[in-house]
């Protein structure tokens, strides 16, 4: 089977530390994966080894046909990646910022300006190129970063909490784009704390205390717990976790002498 994403046993360590423990999972090229969990899970770990930016203590994981610890700037060359913080610059416009992020991505001439009237339209900005990036709303400087990432056309797009702090109508339009986005073959890798985004997504990944603990499409998921919603997926995991974590243990421990 084609794989975008092959993760099979990946540890990260940082010192005494074990940010995350043996995640595996696989996702097809032209889908969206989630992960959800709360913050300080592991999510964002997961995803920058993934990504080529951080290296596996322990397991192996291929991304795009490249390995993760022998060929991770290849794999940075062929991806999107998206920022709750945008990563933009206020006070330049939007077609300024583009125009730097075209070079950061070393692309010249006809295929620079190719590549941004590309997103432009994508991504709807004609009215927005020359507004200074500090006047814009939350919800279009959410757009501008993600035609930033688009800019060099990558084959993987991640986005690491892209929505945080965004009204929900620029929600929406931005799922849509997403959704689109995958519909043309584009692998799609986010997290998130909305449960309907979460829903939207081909693959969810449940992260609790550096742990993948479930993996499936959300009906799958579902079903395999008998719940009726999301909602009550995610605060099932979150209380059967946290009763069998061994921190807890100690804190009851510590309690009852």
Not at 24 to 52: H, L, S
Not at 171 to 177: P, S, T
Request: neutral net charge; contains cysteine.
């Amino acid at each position: 089977m084609n794989l975008a994403i092959d993760c099979q046993g990946l540890v990260k360590r940082f010192g005494a530390y074990t940010a995350v423990q043996g995640a595996t999972f696989q996702i097809p090229p032209g889908a969206i994966m989630g992960f959800v969990g709360p913050n300080g899970a592991g999510k964002t770990t997961i995803i920058r080894m993934v990504c080529g930016v951080l290296v596996p203590t322990e397991g192996r994981a291929t991304v795009l046909g490249f390995d993760v610890k022998t060929q991770p700037e290849e794999i940075k060359q062929r991806i999107g990646y998206m920022s709750q913080k945008f990563s933009l610059y206020d006070d330049l416009t939007v077609a300024e910022n583009l125009d730097f992020y075209a070079g950061v991505y070393n692309l010249r001439g006809k295929q620079a300006r190719s590549q941004k009237e590309r997103v432009i339209e994508r991504i709807g900005l004609f009215e927005r190129t020359h507004q200074i990036v500090s006047s814009l709303s939350g919800g279009w400087k959410q757009r501008v970063a993600l035609a930033c990432a688009l800019l060099h056309n990558p084959q993987l797009l991640v986005l690491d909490e892209p929505t945080a702090g965004v009204d929900p109508v620029s929600r929406r339009i931005f799922w849509d784009i997403i959704r689109k986005l995958a519909e043309e073959g584009m692998t799609i890798l986010v997290s998130t704390h909305y449960m309907d985004e979460a829903a939207s997504c081909d693959y969810l990944g449940f992260v609790f205390y550096g742990r993948l603990i479930a993996f499936g499409s959300p009906e799958e998921m579902k079903h395999r717990e008998a719940k009726e919603s999301l909602d009550d997926l995610f605060i099932y995991y979150v209380e059967h976790e946290a009763s069998d974590d061994p921190r807890n243990f100690a804190v009851r421990k510590g309690g009852a002498g």
